[in-house]
């Protein structure tokens, strides 16, 4: 008989080296409380990161993990997942390490859907290499690399999800335990490439840049909580509402006291719904934004060259089934 894992079976005795107050840790707790709520075997775990300090997760969580180079788990991630579909592979990746170097893998990764759970760490800066603007960085950021304040557009990790044909997509705040931990059970849940968005705070580098929506004093009016099926309601008493604008066609935050029934309700496969979403400014949209199922792409890959692939179970016999020359 198996004994329950709880969370303190899957942290590691190894000593956590993230800036005192880092979001990291807040969410560090909530993925090993996830993994124990969810009933995952350490065995058939495994975390892939990338470079980063969000890529110091492997060493922290007592399962199966590989610290990769930059911007590239997702390629690592995909060949483990292949290699071995029945494990669990999360990959922890940056804004920076995702999203700039390593853009290139996130954008297929998610095209295929293949069964990794993506944990994306979006501090907009680039915490390791010392607060140079990264690519979700704000216009006007100043930093090391943009004294001047940065030029460049900023990337919505968003729109670059369902751009690249993502079938699940959801955000959550580092020090949000409920919220954060809904999110990651759901992405663990979904068969296929989760992308989960986790805003993190860098106290170093870009303390507080999510304080608009985040603080406290202003969090009821400025988070709209998404849950399938249901209203979409925010603020102290649930007394604000989106609402869509059927002449702009855009989402209007209405009375939702006065007008409950032009109150929109979440529809989590609606993409046209979820690109509004994203793109709202305030109250930013937190949980799964997204999720539309599809056949995951080991599962199709397998069904279509099982009679190819044998398991050998050794290195070395598969090297040698394949050709070889000897050079002079």
Known sequence: MSTELTAKDFTTSQEIRWCPGCGDYAILKTVTKALADAGAKRENTAFISGIGCSSRFPYYVDTYGFHTIHGRAPAVATGLKLVNPVLDVWVVTGDGDGLSIGGNHLLHTLRRNIGLKILLFNNEIYGLTKGQYSPTSRPGTRTP???RGSLD????AGAFALGAGAHFFARAIDTDKKGLGSVLEAAQKHDGTSLVEIFQNCIVYNDNVFGAFTDKATAADAQLRLQ????MLFGADNEKGLSLNTKTLQLDVIDAKKHPENVMRHDAHNKILAQMLIELNLPVALGVIYENAAAPYEKTFYTEH?????????VADALRRTNTWTVT
């Open 306 to 314: 099982s009679s190819h692939f044998t398991r050998t179970g050794k």
């Open 145 to 147: 690399s943009s004294p």
């Open 228 to 231: 399938h099926g249901e209203p």
């Open 153 to 156: 557009t900023q990337l919505s």
